[in-house]
């Protein structure tokens, strides 16, 4: 396309709300295969339709990630999440090692992730979903290759949509030579089809079906992360929310009931279960929603506690099993 088409399509991007016009339009170039391929994405595009179910991927953290439509599209906000489970499954093998009289190499305890106070943010925010918001962070932590671990880490991925999360942890633990056993599961068939795609690299194992119901028992008191983005946005404010989140994206993976919390409330019931002892139970919440969360937690048997991040607009709750 010539320059002057470039510049039109932008415009057109523009008036129809797109903030990031000019990037956006250089992926639809790159995506469409004609002139008639590129006038439909263009007009589904300014129809409401997630950029990320037209170009068939997201990138998050780095990573480039199956999605399709109908399938939930992970915010780049939740790479805080990965970054705390990150650092704690860098802990679990830090103490494998110093259990089993392992030499120095383990990361270090000065690497931690800091917790900040942040501001509220509303769940699921409404900014747009731009290729500038989820430009996939890559951490800030890093860490010496650790020394041999004793046996894998053991991840459980619940509510992974598209696996984004369990991918990334995986490859990012598996980069400073911790491996990771990797198990995810969510209730959208469209999501299970995704992740199977993106996890198979990793060797990760998807499963269909609600919450635990879908995880296989021998996982039973054997998880050491437990990364849960359950939905959190209340059911009277998913109206709120953008039109390419709301009427694109699964209403499951949105509402979580009257305050959000929900799903939350089912998982932490159980989660004790699932938990190797020292295992931690980790969920995004909005800022306001966090100190119930902790509570609820905190009534199933979990230690809780709160981190945030300013930056990303991040609060995640934690959860540990003793």
Known sequence: MSSSGTDVLVVRLRAAGCVFAEEEAALLLGAATDADHLESLVTQRIAGFPLEHLLGWAEFRGQRVTVAPGVFVPRQRTGFLVEQAIELGRSVIRQRNADAGASPGAPRDDLRAPENTAPDVPPRDGLP??????????????????????????????????????????????????????????????????????????GGRVFQGDLF??????????????????????????????????????????????????????????????????????????????????????????????????????????????
């Open 213 to 322: 119901e879908a995880v296989p028992s021998d996982l039973l008191g054997r998880v050491d992360v437990l990364l849960a983005n359950t939905p959190y946005v209340p059911s009277a404010e998913i109206s709120w929310m953008p039109p390419e989140a709301r009427e694109h994206e699964p209403r499951r993976a949105l509402d979580g009931g009257a305050d959000g919390l929900d799903v939350l409330r089912r998982i932490a019931a159980v989660a004790g279960e699932w938990l190797a002892p020292g295992g931690r139970l980790l969920v995004e919440e909005s800022e306001r929603q966090a100190p119930i969360a902790a509570e609820i937690m905190r009534a199933h048997g979990l230690a809780a506690r709160i981190a945030e991040c300013e930056e990303m607009g991040a609060t995640v709750v934690i959860g540990t099993r003793a």
């Open 129 to 202: 979903h731009t290729p500038s918001d989820r430009s996939g962070m890559p951490s800030t932590l890093a860490a010496e290759p650790s020394a041999p671990s004793q046996g894998p880490l053991i991840a459980l991925d619940m509510c992974c949509g598209c696996g984004a999360l369990g991918l990334t942890l995986t490859k990012e633990l598996g980069d400073e030579g911790i491996r990771v056993e990797l198990t995810a599961a969510d209730i959208e068939p469209a999501a299970v089809v995704c992740a199977r795609e993106n996890l198979a690299g990793v």
